[in-house]
């Protein structure tokens, strides 16, 4: 089945370690993003691809990084950079950004819960 | 993009119909409204969206008033497995899919 995978849904880290968080999706989208969310909050966009090879930094992007070589993959690195990195983490995918159309839908995976130790 | 006031918490009967409303006053003409929920530790799952016409699907109606200044979702025999947190987003033209606002929303609770 299609669909996005993330991996682990568990990580413990240790401070100044850096980590990086799988995403890889299989519904041919062009899209992707990343996501972060902490106790009783909404939703917070690290960063986001629109295309293989190019990406953009979101509203939270300090202490992140992403690569994006593959269409399907779009793995998150949290850096030793980053504050506060304990969160929930969440990737999507869609099948255009959307941005020349009001319509389309967000695919999310799992999330994978990163807590620093 | 127009921002959305929703009740922080709802309740509801199981197999009774859950209405859940937003505001969204400032809302322009080619914005349309979605939404999503999301059950505790997943992520968010798509459930509708709409421009000005009322929708249904599988999972659920949306119904936006004339003005388009507010809209309600409807879940019409909701279930235990629908206790989740529902976020009501507006999108306008020019904006990324991914920056939707997903704010705090509403906690709907479905009770036995």
């Known amino acids: ?117 | 993009d127009a921002k959305t006031t929703q009740p922080p918490s709802m309740d509801c009967a199981e197999g009774r119909a859950a209405n859940l409303p937003c505001n969204h006053s400032t809302i322009s003409g080619n914005e349309y409204v979605y939404w999503y929920r999301q059950i505790h530790s997943q992520g968010p799952q798509y459930i509708i969206h709409g421009l000005k016409n009322n929708e249904t699907n599988e999972m659920a109606s949306l119904i936006i008033t004339e003005d388009r200044k507010s809209s309600t979702l409807i879940l019409p025999h909701a279930t235990l497995r629908d206790t989740a947190v529902y976020y009501c987003i507006v999108k306008g033209r020019g904006s990324t899919l991914g920056r939707l606002y997903f704010g705090r929303g509403t906690q709907l609770t479905v009770w036995p």
């Open chain 1, 1 to 117: 089945d299609g669909g996005i995978t993330q991996s682990p849904k568990y990580l413990f880290r240790k401070e100044g370690q850096n980590v990086t968080l799988s995403c890889e999706q299989n519904l041919n989208h062009d899209a992707m993003y990343w996501y972060r969310q902490d106790p009783g909050q909404g939703l917070r966009l690290i960063y986001y691809s629109q295309i293989v090879n190019d990406f953009q930094k979101g509203d939270i992007a300090e202490g992140y990084s992403v690569s994006r070589e593959k269409k399907e993959s779009f793995p998150l690195t949290v850096t030793s950079a980053q504050k506060n990195p304990t969160a929930f983490y969440l990737c999507a995918s869609s099948k255009s950004s959307g941005r020349t159309s009001n319509t389309g839908e967000l695919f999310f995976g799992e999330g994978s819960r990163l807590t620093v130790l």
